[in-house]
């Protein structure tokens, strides 16, 4: 605490590997805003299943419920939602004013996850200090993974989500035939939100390329936070959302407050 009474900033110093003589990077703790990017595409490693994100859930699409994650946070500046280009108009026609109403803008990007990013690089908030990317087909989300993942974000460059994997996996080759097996204490499931310090997602997008895995930080998540693939997940989807704890609401101050509309 100052002098004043103010609260000190906290700074944290960490290397940024791509950067000339792995220079130091500060970045102010109490100061992290955020930009919100939310894409349709699907991650690497799962071409196919990029339908997941229009899925309806009890009459409401997962992308809806993926952007509503992110919203009435003080500390996110922008929420953008990005479409395939070949949709974008359709769906800016759909889902446009309700977006619109909640502050989010729509982008047209694709048709990998990296070419959504890149179509973003250049739209992201100047008072955002760090970018948080998320899977649109990822509706089932904690409230908790996501505050500490922002608590989290300035302390290191990248930060993810991460499940633990239950069981035994089994490696195949290309023909679908089994070669090993593998301790499922060693892997983990690579989820979003994925929360960057802007200027190395922005190094990212613009040249269309994915972070080594080093480069993570994990944090360890809810396992309901699934991905849907498809109109075949819709069941399992409403079960993992009924499941997920629910957000405290602040308490009314006085009767007048609780009286508005």
Known sequence: ???DGTPRQRTVHWPVATDPGCQATEIHMASATFSVLVLTASPP???????GAFVKIDGREALLRSVELFLNRDNVKQIQLVFQPEAFEASKRKFGGHLSFSGVKVL????RWVDQLAAAADTISPEATHVIVHDAARPAVAYTDIDQIME???KHP???IATPSRSTLVEVDEGGNALAYHLPARF???CTPQVFVKARFLELARSRAEPHASELKL???SPLNIRIGGAGDVSL???MLSLLPKPKVRPPSSPFEEAQW
């Open 1 to 3: 605490m100052a002098n």
């Open 45 to 51: 490693g799962q071409a196919g299943e990029a339908g």
């Open 108 to 111: 047209s990007g694709g048709p």
């Open 152 to 154: 989290e974000a300035p």
């Open 158 to 160: 990248i930060i993810a």
């Open 188 to 190: 983990m499931n690579l």
């Open 219 to 221: 944090l360890k998540g």
């Open 237 to 239: 989807a409403k079960a």
